[in-house]
C-alpha cells in the first residue's frame, strides 16, 4: 500500500508513530484524560455538521468535566497531510477522515490508526451497519473489505437519478423503472427537442454514468474483483464493454450533449437547477442543495433496473493511534451513532446508515433514506469506479471525455482506461 507516497515519507511517518506511541504507552494515556480533540471538515450548516454539534453537546453532557476542543478543517488540509498530523502533539483524538484503500487503509498500514475492532463489536456498530457499508470501515494491510476495523462510518451516499417533474408532466414521460422504460422516456424528449441528460464529462459524472451502465449487467463477483482485485478483470467483455457501448450510444442518440464533454460537475448541477434538464445522474451530495435552491417539482429515483449502484459509506471517524482519550474518542463515535443523532442527519438532507424512516419529517428525505436502506439491505453498494488504483480519477475523465465528443470509440476508451488499472492492481499486489 506505500505506492501512495514516497518510500523515504512513509518511513518517516512510520518513526514519528513509533516515538508516539512510545511516549503515551499502550492505552494512549486515556486514563485520566479530560480533553477531547475532534476534528471534521463538514460545513457548519450541513447535514452532518448540524447533527455531529449535537452531539457534541450531548458528549458534554454525559462527561462533566471533559473539555472538547473542536476544530474544523479543509478536507484537503486532512486528505494531504494525515500522516504527519495525527503524529503530531496537536493532532486531534478523534477525526473525520476520507475512506478506501489510498486514505484510511494507508494509515492503518502504517499502524497510525487505532485498531477498533473490539469497540465494534461491543458497541454493536457491526450490527448495524450493513456488509457493503462495513467495507469501507475494514481494512487487512491497507486493502478495504476485510480485517480488523479502523473506522466507523454514520451517514452513507449513493448514486441515483434526479429528475424534474415538471418537465416529466409537461412531456408525458413517467418515471422509468426498468433500462428499457428509460431509455423510451429519453427517446420522448429528444423527439421534443429536449436533451433529456445533464452531463459534465470534465468530472466525475461522465465515468458513474459509465459505471451505472456496467453495474446493470454485473454482480457481485464483479465489484469484489474490479475494487477489491480478487480476480482478473476484462475490459474487452461485458459489464465494462456494455457500459462504454451504452455510453456511446446514449451520446449518438442525442441523450447526452456532445458540448457536455467539457463540463465540470457545477455546470451540470446549475443546469439541473435552472429547470431546463430533465434528468442528471449523480450523488446524495447535492439533495441538500436541490432542497434549498430548486422551485420547481423534482424528485428521485433508483438507476432503473440496477440492484447494484454506485456509493458506499460516508466518510469515516476515526481514532488516531497516538490519542490520549481513546474512550472519550469511542464515546463520541458511540453517540453519532444514536438514533437521535442519525435522525438529525436524515431531516437535514443527509442519509443516516442507521435510522428509521418513520423519524423522518419530510417525505422527500424519507424517501432517499428509504431508497438508501433498498440499497444497503441487498449489498447493493458498489463503491466508486475510480477508487480501484491511485490516479485512476483522472484516467476515466480523459476516457469518457473521448466517448462524449467522440473522439474515440468505446473500445480505445476501455483500452485507455484497462492499462492504468492493471498496472496499479500489478503494483498493490507487489506491495
Not at 94 to 111: C, F, H, I, P, R
Not at 362 to 378: G, M
Request: charged share 20%; net charge negative.
Amino acid at each position: 500500500m506505500r505506492r501512495f507516497r514516497s518510500v523515504a515519507v512513509a518511513a518517516t511517518v512510520a518513526a514519528l508513530a513509533a516515538t508516539s506511541l512510545a511516549a503515551c504507552g499502550d492505552d494512549g494515556g486515556d486514563s485520566e484524560a479530560n480533553v477531547l480533540k475532534l476534528w471534521h471538515y463538514e460545513s457548519a450548516n450541513s447535514a452532518m455538521g448540524i447533527a455531529w454539534d449535537r452531539a457534541i453537546e450531548i458528549f458534554k453532557e454525559e462527561h462533566e468535566g471533559v473539555e472538547v476542543r473542536f476544530e474544523r478543517k479543509a478536507f484537503e488540509q486532512i486528505q494531504q497531510n494525515a500522516g504527519m498530523i495525527i503524529n503530531s502533539s496537536e493532532g486531534p483524538d478523534v477525526m473525520e477522515y476520507n475512506k478506501g484503500n489510498a486514505t484510511a487503509g494507508l494509515l492503518s498500514s502504517q499502524g497510525l490508526l487505532t485498531d477498533l475492532t473490539e469497540e465494534a463489536t461491543e458497541r454493536g456498530w457491526d450490527t448495524a451497519l450493513s456488509p457493503s457499508l462495513q467495507t469501507t470501515a475494514r481494512y487487512d494491510n491497507g486493502v478495504m473489505g476485510s480485517g480488523n476495523w479502523y473506522g466507523v462510518p454514520n451517514y452513507g451516499e449513493y448514486v441515483m437519478v434526479y429528475y424534474n417533474r415538471d418537465l416529466f408532466a409537461e412531456h408525458g414521460v413517467t418515471v422509468p423503472t426498468t433500462l428499457a422504460e428509460m431509455t423510451v422516456a429519453m427517446d420522448t424528449f429528444v423527439a421534443k427537442g429536449v436533451t433529456p441528460l445533464g452531463m459534465s464529462g470534465a468530472e466525475y459524472p461522465a465515468g458513474q454514468l459509465f459505471y451505472q451502465l456496467a453495474l446493470s449487467r454485473a454482480d457481485r463477483a464483479f465489484v469484489d474483483n474490479y475494487q477489491l482485485y480478487a480476480n482478473p478483470v476484462d475490459f474487452t467483455a461485458d459489464p465494462l464493454k456494455y457500459g462504454a457501448e451504452t455510453f456511446a450510444e446514449w451520446v449518438d442518440k442525442g441523450y447526452i450533449a456532445k458540448d457536455s464533454a467539457s463540463l465540470k460537475a457545477e455546470d451540470m448541477g446549475t443546469g439541473f437547477i435552472s429547470g431546463k434538464t430533465p434528468m442528471i445522474v449523480s450523488g446524495s451530495w447535492w439533495f441538500g442543495r436541490f432542497k434549498s435552491e430548486i422551485s420547481f417539482d423534482w424528485d428521485t429515483f433508483l438507476f432503473p433496473g440496477n440492484t447494484l449502484h454506485a456509493g458506499s459509506s460516508g466518510n469515516l471517524w476515526v481514532v488516531p493511534e497516538t490519542s490520549k482519550a481513546k474512550s472519550l474518542a469511542y464515546d463520541f463515535i458511540d453517540i453519532t451513532m444514536r438514533p437521535e443523532i442519525q435522525a438529525l442527519i436524515g431531516n437535514n438532507g443527509g442519509v443516516p446508515v442507521a435510522s428509521d424512516p418513520a423519524t423522518i419529517n419530510d417525505p422527500k428525505d424519507r424517501k432517499l433514506i428509504e431508497d438508501f436502506n433498498t440499497v444497503s439491505s441487498q449489498d447493493g453498494l458498489a463503491f466508486y469506479p475510480d477508487w480501484p488504483v491511485p490516479g485512476y480519477y483522472d484516467v476515466l475523465v480523459s476516457g469518457f471525455q473521448g466517448l462524449i465528443n467522440q473522439s474515440r470509440s468505446p473500445a480505445q476508451v476501455l483500452d485507455a482506461i484497462a492499462e492504468p488499472y492493471q498496472d496499479g492492481v500489478a503494483e498493490i499486489k507487489r506491495d
